[in-house]
């Protein structure tokens, strides 16, 4: 949604898509650039297994915390924009805003923080 969704413009005008729609849309590219930047950047010191099958489970745990965060934002951003008003960037601004600390201490916490004894990826922790 015009460079809010994490960086990945989509305005719903230039696509002629629905607000709500774009903000998926956005939210879809932006998960998979997110996730290759946490992962080279953010999480690099982590003792966490760099083989494929460990990155693709990474992925599918972190789209789905990012794909349960989006269906708590859309409603947000439907009644910050449709009910009371707001220009959806300004609703989008304010919806990631909102979600995007829970996301991060999600991240941080279950998906790439290992045993430090056992230095394997698979066992996620929930707290």
């Known amino acids: 949604m015009d460079a809010l969704d994490e960086g990945i413009p989509v305005r719903p005008g230039s696509l002629g898509l629905n607000y709500l729609l774009a903000a998926v849309v956005a939210s879809q590219a932006s998960t998979a650039a997110a996730f290759v930047l946490n992962e080279a950047w953010v999480f690099r ?3 966490v297994s760099r083989s494929l099958g ?45 979600f995007m600390l829970m996301r991060f201490v999600v991240a941080d916490g279950w998906i790439w923080r290992a045993s430090a004894a056992s230095g394997e990826p698979e066992r996620y922790e929930t707290a």
């Open 54 to 98: 460990s990155m693709l489970k990474r992925l599918l745990v972190f789209d789905a915390v990012n794909g349960a965060s989006l269906l708590l934002r859309l409603p947000v951003l439907y009644v910050l924009t449709s009910i009371v008003g707001i220009n959806y960037l300004l609703s989008n601004l304010a919806a990631i805003a909102i």
């Open 45 to 47: 010191a982590e003792p």
